[in-house]
């Protein structure tokens, strides 16, 4: 089982400032990784697929990076939307997909 | 306009058995896997399992085989989960998801709103 580890567990801060997210893989997954965003009482929305493609609708402000093992999920300028969880998910073993524990992303 | 609509929650005692379901809307059902993906309170998410409604082939994560059951019918573009024998521990808000193809695998690309399972005696 590939294990994904995210860190921190929560970040604090401020509208307007940039938020970084990591994600780690216990073994390479390409660049099989997506990002999702779940507010509370909402399902997960898809953010970022192949590490670095936004899907349909999402602002410019998330990009996503890295490959292998190592991932970055970037906020650029945070708006009062964006607070939020924050999970990655590899889908390079697709006999079982995988999620983070989560990041809280909160106001500061 | 791509929907994924669930059933409504359910309350069940445990070892009782239960079926959900999982209704796609505005695109060729046959043609995406639907994954069900598990939320305990207050924690994180959990894939248990998908299944391609084109020929109900089913890939369960290992952690949850022989536990829960996956099917679907392509004739009324709709997916199951389903339990024999319920436990508290089930207790649960379950997420569908549409699968989208990448490169090497597939992700979530449009999810259900949840369906809330609370098993209790």
């Known amino acids: 089982e590939i294990v994904m580890m995210q860190s921190p567990a929560t970040l604090s801060v401020s509208p307007g400032e940039r938020a970084t997210l990591s994600c780690r893989a216990s073994h390479s997954v390409s660049s099989n990784l997506a990002w999702y965003q779940q507010k509370p009482g909402q399902p997960p929305r898809l953010l970022i697929y192949g590490a670095s493609t936004r899907a349909t609708g999402i602002p410019a402000r998330f990009s996503g990076s890295g490959s292998g093992t190592e991932f970055t999920l970037t906020i650029s300028s945070l708006q009062s939307e964006d607070f939020a969880v924050y999970y990655c998910q590899q889908y390079n073993n697709w006999l079982m997909y995988t999620f983070g524990q989560g990041t809280k992303l909160e106001i500061k | 306009e791509v929907q994924l609509v669930q059933s409504g929650a359910e309350v069940a005692k445990p070892g009782e058995s239960l079926k959900i379901s999982c209704k796609g809307y505005?695109?060729?059902?046959?043609?995406?896997?639907i994954g069900w993906v598990r939320q305990m309170p207050g924690k994180g998410l959990e894939w248990m399992g998908s299944?391609?409604?084109?020929?109900?082939?089913?890939r369960y994560s290992p952690s949850l085989q022989g536990q829960v059951t996956i099917s679907a019918d392509k004739s009324i573009s709709t997916a199951y989960l389903q339990w024999s024998s319920l436990r508290a521990s089930d207790t649960a808000i379950y997420y569908c998801?549409?699968?989208?193809?990448?490169?090497?695998?597939?992700?979530?690309?449009?999810w259900g709103q949840g369906t809330l399972v609370t098993v209790s005696s």
């Open positions: 505005g695109y060729s059902f046959t043609s995406h896997w």
């Open positions: 299944i391609s409604p084109g020929d109900s082939h089913t």
């Open positions: 998801a549409r699968q989208e193809r990448d490169r090497d695998g597939y992700y979530f690309d449009y």
